[in-house]
C-alpha cells in the first residue's frame, strides 16, 4: 500500500509496519456510528481498534480503523460497593491505578495489562487468579445498524476463559462504548497464584498486591513500548483428563490445571518450552527467552514471519504432545477477520 496512507505501526503493540485507507480516531459512540456508516455506503472493510495490543495484522488493512478513545471515568459510592461507569477507551492500567489511588481495591491483580477498558470484556482478561467477569457489572454495547444502544449485563455478556459473548453473537456490527464495575467494599486479597502466595492475607494491602503482579510481570513480559508482541500468543490449552493423565505419566512436573468442567488446562508456555523453543528465531520474529507463551517482533518482524513462526511452535508442540495450540490473538486480513487456526494449521 503507498505510503500516503496513514500508518499503523503506532496503533498495533507487536510494532508491524502496517497501513490502512483510513485511521480514525473516534471520541464519542456517534463518530465510532459515521465512521461506520462511511465505510457501509463505500462497502470498505471497517475495524475497532483499542491499543492494538491482542491483533496481529497480516496485511495492510483495506478499509477504515477506528481507535476509540471514547473517555470518563464515573465513580458512585454505595453502602457496600463502588460502582464505576467507564468510557470505552480508558487505558485500563491508568484506571487500575487511579482507583487504587482513590482506596477502591479489587482491580489490583489486573494491573499492567496493555488496552482499553472497553477491550477488557472482549476475551474477559484475567491473570494471577482475578478475571473480568469477577468485577464486572454490564457493558454497553453500541449496534452499528441500527444505532442503538444496549446494556448487557454480566451474566449476558457469558464470560468464559478468554471467551465472552464478544467473539460470538456480538462480534460483527457491534462497538463497545462503555464497561461498568462494581468492586466491593468487603476487600478479600486473591492472593492464590505465583509470587502472590507469599503475602500474608491477614496483612497485605491491595498495593502490595499490585506491586507483586507489576514485579512478576516485569520480569517475565516483555514492555511492548521496547520490544513488539501481544501477550500471550496462544491460549492455554484445554485438554481431557485422559490425555491429561497421559501426559502426566510421561511428564509428572508438567503444570496442569483442573477445571469444574471435568478437562485440565495446560500450560502452553510449559509445552513450548519442553520443545526447546526459547529465543528460537525466524525471520524478525522470536519466541521471548523469559516466557515462551510470547512471541516478539525481535527485528523488524513482517507479518509472514510471525505466523510462520506461530505455525513452527504449533506444529513442534503439536507432534511431541498431539496438543494442538490455538491463538489468542485475533489475526486481521486485509478485508476484516480472518479464522487463526486455519492460517496456522
Ligand atoms: P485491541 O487489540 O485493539 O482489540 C482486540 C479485539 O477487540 C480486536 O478484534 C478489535 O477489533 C476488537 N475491539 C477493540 N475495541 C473494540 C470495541 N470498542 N468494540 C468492539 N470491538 C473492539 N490479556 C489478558 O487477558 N491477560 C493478560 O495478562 C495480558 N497480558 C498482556 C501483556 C502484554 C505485554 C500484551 C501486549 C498483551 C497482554 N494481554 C493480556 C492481551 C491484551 O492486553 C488484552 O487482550 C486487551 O484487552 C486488548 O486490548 P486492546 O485495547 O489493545 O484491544
Ligand atoms: N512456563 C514454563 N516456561 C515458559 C513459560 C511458562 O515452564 O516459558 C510454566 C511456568 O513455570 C508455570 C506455567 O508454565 O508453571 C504457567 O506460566 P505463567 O504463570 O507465566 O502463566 P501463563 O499460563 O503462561 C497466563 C495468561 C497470562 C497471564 C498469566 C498470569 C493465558 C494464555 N495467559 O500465562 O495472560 O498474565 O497467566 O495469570 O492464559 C495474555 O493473555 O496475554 C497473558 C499474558
Redesign the pocket.
Known amino acids: 500500500m503507498s505510503h500516503q496512507y496513514p500508518s499503523l505501526q503506532a496503533d498495533n503493540t507487536l510494532g508491524l509496519a502496517i497501513r490502512a485507507h483510513h485511521r480514525i480516531i473516534a471520541d464519542t459512540p456517534e463518530a465510532i456510528l459515521t465512521a461506520w456508516q462511511r465505510a457501509e455506503r463505500h462497502q470498505q472493510p471497517f475495524i475497532l481498534l483499542g491499543e492494538g495490543s491482542?491483533v496481529l495484522f497480516l496485511d495492510d488493512f483495506a478499509g477504515t480503523v477506528v481507535l476509540n478513545r471514547i473517555k470518563g471515568i464515573n465513580i458512585q459510592e454505595q453502602d457496600d460497593s463502588w460502582k464505576i461507569h467507564v468510557g470505552a477507551g480508558e487505558n485500563w492500567h491508568a484506571l487500575v491505578e487511579s482507583t487504587l489511588r482513590e482506596g477502591i481495591a479489587g482491580l489490583e491483580?489486573l494491573a499492567l495489562?496493555p488496552g482499553m477498558a472497553g477491550s477488557a470484556p472482549i476475551?474477559n482478561?484475567?491473570?494471577?487468579?482475578v478475571e473480568l467477569k469477577d468485577v464486572c457489572a454490564y457493558v454497553d454495547v453500541l449496534d452499528l445498524r441500527t444505532g442503538e444502544t444496549a446494556r448487557l449485563s454480566q451474566q449476558e455478556c457469558a464470560f468464559g476463559?478468554?471467551d465472552s459473548i464478544f467473539k460470538h453473537q456480538y462480534q460483527q456490527g457491534y462497538a463497545i462504548t462503555a464497561l461498568g464495575l462494581s468492586l466491593s467494599k468487603q476487600w478479600r486479597p486473591v492472593l492464590t497464584?505465583?509470587d502472590l502466595t507469599r503475602l500474608n492475607p491477614a496483612t497485605a494491602t491491595p498495593q502490595d498486591v499490585f506491586d507483586a503482579v507489576c514485579r512478576?510481570?516485569r520480569s517475565?513480559?516483555p514492555d511492548p513500548r521496547v520490544t513488539g508482541n501481544?501477550?500471550?500468543?496462544?491460549?492455554?490449552p484445554l485438554v481431557s483428563r485422559e490425555q491429561a493423565d497421559r501426559l502426566m505419566s510421561a511428564y509428572p512436573d508438567m503444570?496442569h490445571y483442573p477445571q469444574a468442567c471435568g478437562e485440565v488446562k495446560l500450560?502452553?508456555?510449559?509445552l513450548?518450552?519442553?520443545c526447546q523453543l526459547?529465543g528460537f528465531r525466524l525471520g524478525g520474529a522470536a519466541v521471548?527467552q523469559?516466557?515462551?507463551?510470547?512471541l516478539i517482533n525481535a527485528d523488524q518482524a513482517s507479518s509472514q514471519d510471525i505466523v510462520e513462526l506461530a505455525r513452527t511452535v504449533r506444529a513442534r508442540v503439536g507432534q511431541k504432545f498431539d496438543v494442538w495450540l490455538e491463538p489468542?490473538v485475533r489475526f486481521i486480513g486485509a478485508q476484516g477477520e480472518c479464522n487463526a487456526v486455519e492460517i496456522i494449521s
Do not use: C, T
Not at 482478561?125 to 487468579?129: L, N, S
Not at 500450560?267 to 510449559?270: F, H, I, L
Not at 523469559?290 to 510470547?294: H, K
Open positions: 491482542n491483580n495489562i476475551q482478561i484475567g491473570a494471577y487468579g476463559y478468554r497464584y505465583g512478576m510481570r517475565k513480559l501481544v501477550g500471550s500468543f496462544f491460549k492455554n503444570p500450560a502452553a508456555g510449559w513450548i518450552d519442553q526459547k521471548h523469559q516466557q515462551a507463551l510470547v489468542e
